[in-house]
């Protein structure tokens, strides 16, 4: 494997190889698997999750990694290209990237989207203004549309739920939040979902539609694994008989990179907030998902974080080992 | 050992069990001891040696450790229960510290003393919050009144010195500092010489007076150890035939939480610095114990901590060497 | 070998020894050479390369590393001798510098110019002054004078191009920047080129001049060596044949410290910018070197960079290895 940048790239039985490994490394650590490797962590963005999981991942197989972030040493990097660099940058990210690249056995990198111009982030413009300026193998920890490893991540939770893929009902819901987040998390996980073969809804009010790429990219993979992709403002057409509501918040895609109009829509809908009613309907066992960090009483009711539904501890500690699924095969463990 | 929260604990054979394995460790490496191991540093207050040893001491028995901090990635972490999280953070402590917590085979915790109310502080209301949220392993890096890896690498030093339990007299001594520093540090160090058997002598102004729940916890240590418990503001009657002077700044507990009148009456008490006219009848060879940071000219004078008597640098040393020994116990290295 | 402070310490075949090392330990890897180790990495001066090497450099030989930078835990600590510490800084280097090296088998350390006074920093007294407060095996990662790292990593990638040792003509050139840079790297170079037994051009305008001493000390080693030194302000005769071009800006010493007089000066030079018009009558694959960061546009042209000359990339890469040949050395590995 030579890169983890998008889970369309994997079949479904090589997606189940990757879980089945991560349950194994859990069960049975191999702590010389990776002895001597290291990973360079490069965070354009920031992270909790992310950044404390990697480093787990590689310490618990033998190898390091080390961390580079703009607070600690890149402040005001430049990326223009053709700039002539007589401001406050003092490097460009054509030196840096393939520099800090050079040091590791493989690279994960994450950078969110500008949020400018939804056209310039469907096409990953900055990520891959990055990816191609290096021959190391990388990882992708988030970029403007995918986070893979969250997704790899939720695909295991969900089979270690016993949720069923042919037949398992998923939701996908949009959340109120006070700001306007990326489309990273619903997309991967919308396509994660489809691709497992679930019949997965969309959930959102007007406004808060995916782009029609993310949709259609999503249909072709539940039509390939068996599933279906629909999508509503109804909540409660949509909970009909659900497994699982994975809640996110993200922006309008109506009024992409406008945070005033974005914010003036999405204060009509402070009601979207998951409580215990939402699953009058659902399946008696329907989990709650979320990617993390969450807003309580915000995104979702404390009765429910705090209840049976929530499975969101689990998913985040299975960021963990679905990433040490991924580095054992990029780098070499033996299997 | 699942916790290690409080020398209180553990009975004395116990700690001088970690004490040899600390001093074996140093001699004998032992690098394959934790191998694969991860241990999870959550600095909720900011660090020093804390943040070096726990590092060094993982790598030295082969593990490996990750650090997270309010300055990286958990900007404006909620505590409050109940809350509606529509303001500046992001992320709640019942989801932070449970994942974070996830990653690592144990988790060490820094948390200050937040020294609104002596109450709350006493009853390590912050510290407990955090640690109920998980099952984890955990170690107590500094709460509001305790700092059990200070404690037993003070112990180790004590015993490196030669300085006898039982008859071995310690004086615990309040230094000026200009500002209101918590009472971790020297409650633990009362009750560790307490609890090792010595003759304990609190010297302190008057208004400096440490709460009665950690003198009387105290004193129970010392009568079960063969030792003794004293208090006093008399600098000559304290010192007579010392065999150790730790000083330490403390807030007033009088004034505790009020910075203005703890302020006042500090400032009355400049001459509070150790300088070598305190050991006029103290032990030839009395030492001179900090847990650092020190300030030179204002809690001790250069003369002392540049001389014969200071052994703070074997301290800070000895820290590194006790926590291996509890991180080897608590995480399953062979012995 | 218990430092690595300076190149001149040590003879041309030790130097080679080392970059024979660093090529061995790339092609075949040795991760159980320094298991258990720990570099203590102190950056009183920020780092990306420094930093990101160091720390994969222990983890490929098996090892491991903490860093400690002011930003992260020692704020405004205090260095001067004798002061009492009323003020902001709580700890004094007097206590820091030992403990943070106490807690590694080596420690390393970087600690720029503090260019107020070209005296003060010739004779390198703040290094000293941390570098004699402890007896652990120390590296240099950048003093006021000095960067032996990267002039060993520069050596090897000489090596590595097969430019000549004597008879290679090296022209190390001053540069425009827009702010005043120490003086460490360009010195370490010019020593570097002259005992490899180079032909060294120093390049630069009037009032760019390095310092006798620096002079002197390479005028020794290239004689010893059979190269030669020689500097000029005359851009085609210092290119004439030239194997190498490394450019580097540096503050004039005319106006040492004084940052109006040196920015009007330099302010004259903007035209220092290396491009392809400078290599007219030098070899035909006469490489581009620079230690990195470096601003485009400013210090030299896209087109040399992204080019076949340039070889930056490479020469930061070769830091990580010749820094585990130090390490290797340093700390014991099996040779």
């Not at 006070?178 to 497992?196: I, N």
């Not at 807003?295 to 009711?301: D, E, I, S």
């Not at 429910?304 to 463990?333: C, F, K, T, Y």
């Amino acid at each position: 494997m030579k890169y983890f940048n998008d889970l369309a790239d994997f079949s479904n039985e090589e997606i189940q190889a990757l879980i089945t490994l991560a349950a194994r490394l859990d069960t049975n650590p191999e702590p010389e698997a990776l002895r001597g490797k290291v990973l360079s962590l490069l965070f354009l963005s920031p992270s909790l999750r992310t950044l404390a999981s990697f480093q787990a991942a590689m310490t618990r197989l033998g190898g390091g990694s080390f961390v580079i972030s703009p607070e600690m040493s890149i402040h005001g990097i430049e990326s223009r290209p053709g700039i002539v660099m007589d401001g406050a940058a003092a490097e460009h990210i054509r030196e840096a990237i393939p520099v800090i690249a050079s040091y590791g056995d493989a690279i994960g990198i994450r950078a969110f989207a500008e949020r400018k111009n939804i056209d310039a982030d469907m096409q990953e413009n900055e990520f891959t203004s990055l990816t191609d300026l290096i021959d190391t193998p990388y990882i992708n920890m988030e970029s403007a549309m995918n986070h893979p490893c969250q997704s790899l991540a939720d695909w295991k939770t969900l089979d270690d739920l016993n949720v069923p893929a042919n037949g398992g009902k998923f939701v996908l819901s949009w959340a109120y939040h006070p700001r306007a987040l990326p489309l990273a998390v619903p997309a991967a996980t919308l396509h994660m979902a489809a691709k497992r073969g679930m019949d997965v809804t969309v959930l959102r009010p007007e406004g808060f539609e995916l782009p029609q790429a993310l949709m259609q990219k999503a249909i072709s993979a539940a039509e390939a694994a068996g599933g279906s992709v629909t999508e509503t403002d109804q909540r409660s057409e949509a909970m009909q008989g659900a497994h699982i509501i994975y809640a996110k918040s993200w922006s309008s895609t109506h009024h992409y990179g406008n945070k005033i109009n974005d914010q003036k829509l999405r204060e009509q809908h402070l009601d979207w907030c998951v409580d215990e009613p939402w699953f009058a309907n659902a399946k008696d066992d329907c989990r709650f998902m979320h990617c993390l960090p969450v807003r309580r009483g915000v995104v979702v009711a404390d009765e429910i974080l705090d209840g049976p539904r929530s499975v969101v501890i689990a998913e985040a500690r299975n960021r963990m080992l679905a990433q040490m699924a991924v580095l054992h095969q990029m780098l070499g463990g033996a299997s």
